[in-house]
């Protein structure tokens, strides 16, 4: 039996099906999978600069 998260986002899904492509090459999966945690992190950091003009006070790690 596996566990399935509340949630996935996006970019781990992704993540998991690049990782399981057998027709890319390992550098390939490696620049794609890296993409898409640049584009997750860039997610984040908007997500932390919304909270911050919302709010007084914000304590968002990245």
Known sequence: MSV?????SY???MQVL????SDLTNAQ???MI?????AKQ??????ALD???SEER???WL
């Open 11 to 13: 970019e781990e899904l």
């Open 18 to 21: 690049v990782c399981q492509a």
């Open 4 to 8: 399935v998260p509340d949630k996935v």
């Open 29 to 31: 999966k490696f620049e």
């Open 34 to 38: 890296s993409k898409l945690q640049e």
């Open 58 to 60: 914000c304590f968002f």
């Open 51 to 53: 909270c911050c003009e």
């Open 42 to 47: 860039a997610k984040l950091a908007k997500e």
